[in-house]
């Protein structure tokens, strides 16, 4: 990447309302087969010419093909049941109905490919691609196949890295993984999921991320993050052993959040994705506000290794708003770019 603090998102933008109920998670959508696929791939295009009118750096698909970040690639997996659902606690903060694992999981086909290529062709910009990663992927099943959470994260990373393979073939210059489960069971993440991780990436040549966060503006996430005091440490858990892994890029959640700053130091050598965008809030950010962000994040990540980027995804907020924050980060982003020049 030539150009410095190339800014990006961390995955999710809002759909037009025609597609999916705007404002929701797990939006059902709106349109049924030829139209649904037609759909989605003109949304695709929108949320690129979004990204594009906002001056954003890196473009994604803004996830406009998938309904939520971590079930829709299950739905493309053989040995999960979505019939058969079981109540489970979700990173130890709220209970949802999910899918169960039958029987031995496999990747038969495809899932997003052909949406990269798609979008590969309608952009020469450097594209970033999301994918979940293996330890927030078993903490949204019910798991009565493998018996066993290091099992089947091992078996979704075999999976992740055949699926990452192809997407970096067809064009995709970065692939992130998303692990906000990083951010909850550090034990988990010392003993194999930071392994399972380099699992998902073994043999690639593009630029690999991973993107752990205090998840999505939701309810329970908010009144979860009331409940972790003034100081969040949890990056501290995992970014000693993130910092000596294969993993180029750590993106994680700065501004308006109680993330001490000096954090950053532990992923020291990595290029840093930092979050100069609260997505928990309707309020538009200002340019001076990203610009402060980013300033004190210089302190703890060289400049060429600085990439201003979202908190977390944007899918839950109006399109309005998110052109609003989209525009602030680049405007930001241009301040810090003079004042390094
Ligand atoms: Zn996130």
Known sequence: MKRLLPTSTAGSLPKPSWLAEPEKLWSPWKLQ?????????????????????AGIDIVSDGEQTRQHFVTTFIEHLSGVDFEKRETVRIRNRYDASVPTVIGAVAREKPVFVEDAKFLRQLTSQPIKWALPGPMTMIDTLYDNHYK???KLAWEFAKILNQEARE???????IIQFDEPAFNVFFDEVNDWGVATLERA???????????????????????????????????EEAFPKL??????IVSLECHNSRVPMDLIELIRGKKVMVGAIDVATNTIETPEEVADTLRKALQFV?????????????APLSRQVARGKLNALSAGAEIIRKELA
């Open 33 to 53: 087969d030829d139209q649904l696929i037609d759909g989605k791939l003109d949304a695709l295009r929108l949320s690129l010419q979004e990204q594009q009118l």
């Open 243 to 248: 910092q000596k892994s294969k993993i180029d």
């Open 167 to 173: 997407l970096e073939a067809a064009g995709v210059d």
């Open 148 to 150: 066993s959470r290091e």
């Open 201 to 235: 990436l073994e043999g690639l040549k593009c630029e690999t991320a991973v993107h752990i966060c205090y998840g999505y503006g939701i309810k329970a996430n908010t009144d979860w993050k009331k409940t972790l005091g003034s100081e969040w440490r949890q990056y």
């Open 302 to 314: 060289d400049a060429d290794k600085l990439y201003p980027c979202t908190n977390c995804g944007m």
